[in-house]
């Protein structure tokens, strides 16, 4: 974790769930907000905060499940460089597996305080979804600079 990159990344971003804050927040959502302790990344009901993440080769990324709703952290093989892995929440090896997974039985579900965490090693863009709420716009991306 890079503390500097995220403080950096929640200034640009407190704005931004501002503006969005018009949902309903659950129980958890905003007294328990990752605080960077533990995590890089929390999740509200309906969204990742902050949205856009910072970091650098070799660092690891941590999401936390901040609501008391379930979610995926899932990324879109159109969105990530062509030489990185795949990743998502569950392990699957493509995208297709893990929306399957998802769809057939919650196959790589992030529980309520549950963390996932993916190490980067190929610098780029990295765009992500949580499945279960892509619709009310639950995306994310991750820059990793060298
Ligand atoms: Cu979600």
Redesign the pocket.
């Known amino acids: 974790m890079n503390r500097r990159v995220y403080l950096a990344a929640v200034g640009t971003s407190v704005s931004a769930s501002l503006a969005g804050c018009s949902s309903v927040l659950g129980v958890f959502d905003d007294a328990d907000l990752c605080a960077g302790d533990d995590c890089d990344i929390g999740?509200t009901r309906?969204e990742f905060v902050p949205r856009e993440y910072e970091t650098s080769v070799g660092e690891t990324v941590v999401w936390k499940n901040t609501s008391g709703?379930?979610?995926?952290v899932t990324a879109l093989e159109s969105g990530i460089p062509d030489e990185a892995d795949y990743f998502a929440s569950g392990g699957y090896e493509d995208e297709q597996t893990a929306r399957d997974a998802w769809h057939d039985h919650q196959g790589g579900r992030i529980n309520t305080r549950e963390t996932y965490e993916y190490t980067f090693d190929v610098p780029g863009t990295y765009d992500y979804i949580?499945i279960?709420?892509v619709r009310s716009d639950?995306v994310g991306t991750i820059t990793v600079t060298e």
């Open positions: 999740m309906n709703a379930v979610h995926t949580c279960p709420h639950m």
